[in-house]
């Protein structure tokens, strides 16, 4: 095949599970079941966060993002997934493919960037909450998200187009989506000047934002030790904890897959971490969030009971 920069009407073929043809039944039930639970739980927490004036609050309005961000990062990959674990298509065509790429790498850079930011709502909700309210006034609430979502697709925007300045040798894709490692592994042609400047982005939107979120963190755990009140303590190590968990799972798995050199990457243990950060850590924040967290707990039931006095 072609290099990526080429109007080629040539596609690729997403090997995806193929190999373990009895784990493809298996895995497209999990799947499809894990997807629709991701579906409700973030549409859920969306509703939520619009309906109830008790989560009119900047760290809901970046949850609710947050939430947005999880149902199109994991559409952008299932459905065409599920298909393929059907066997009725394994083929995806070269636009299609650049533009899975495209918009899966923009919305993985925007949620590294909003994770920093939720960190730094948290900072100053435990450290400044005299001024938290001046300091996150709904202005800067948006400016931050809109941060958030243009600095996500600029970076896809950058390592995309250097990926399509890489001729590429076949159009066997060992994975189940168009994912960046898997094309690297195609190229005809040394490919270190471009995994070095594909490299430092990497490094821009992964280790940075994971620096700083540790960084704030760390502020955090020292102005809560200082809480005398024990039930504040626990409130505030609650809340925190629960962004600190989504951090966790969301840059270990990224991190694993992103940072690693090209020629150590295991396709085999590639699809298997993917499914991981794509398939259960998008069920996992709303979970984590909803059962750790009273307010959207109250925010349920509220419209629940509202549902069944109404029926």
Not at 158 to 170: D, E, N
Request: glycine share 8%; hydrophobic share 50%.
């Amino acid at each position: 095949m072609g290099s990526l920069n080429t109007s080629s009407g040539d596609g690729f073929i997403l090997v995806g599970f193929s190999d373990w043809p009895q784990l493809e039944v298996l895995l497209f039930v999990f799947i499809l079941i894990f997807y629709s639970l991701t579906l409700f739980g973030n549409t859920t927490i969306i509703i939520l966060s619009r309906i109830d004036l008790r989560l009119h609050t900047p760290m809901y309005f970046f949850l609710s993002h947050l939430s947005f961000l999880d149902l199109c990062f994991t559409t952008s990959t299932v459905p065409q997934l599920l298909i393929n674990l059907h066997g009725l298509d394994r083929t995806i065509s070269y636009g299609g493919c650049v533009a899975q790429l495209f918009i899966y790498l923009a919305l993985g850079s925007t949620e590294c960037v909003l994770l920093v930011v939720m960190a730094f709502d948290r900072y100053a909700a435990v450290c400044r909450p005299l001024h938290y309210t001046t300091i996150m006034h709904p202005l800067l609430c948006q400016s931050l998200a809109i941060t958030s979502w243009v600095g996500g697709f600029m970076n896809s925007l950058i390592q995309t187009s250097l990926m399509m300045a890489i001729p590429l040798c076949g159009h066997r894709l060992n994975h189940f989506f168009c994912e960046m490692p898997v094309f690297l592994k195609l190229a005809c042609e040394d490919t270190g000047g471009t995994e070095a400047k594909m490299f430092v982005a990497r490094v821009i939107i992964l280790v940075v934002p994971a620096a700083l979120i540790l960084v704030s963190y760390v502020y955090i755990v020292q102005a809560v030790l200082k809480v005398k009140s024990m039930a504040g303590r626990r409130k505030a190590f609650g809340t925190c904890g629960s962004h600190l968990l989504v951090v966790f799972l969301f840059y270990g798995s990224a991190i694993y897959t992103y940072l690693q050199p090209i020629h150590s990457y295991s396709e085999k243990e590639g699809k298997f971490v993917a499914l991981f950060y794509t398939i259960v850590t998008p069920i996992l924040n709303p979970l984590i969030y909803t059962l750790r967290n009273k307010d959207v707990k109250g925010a349920l039931w509220k419209v629940l009971r509202r549902g069944r006095d109404s029926g």
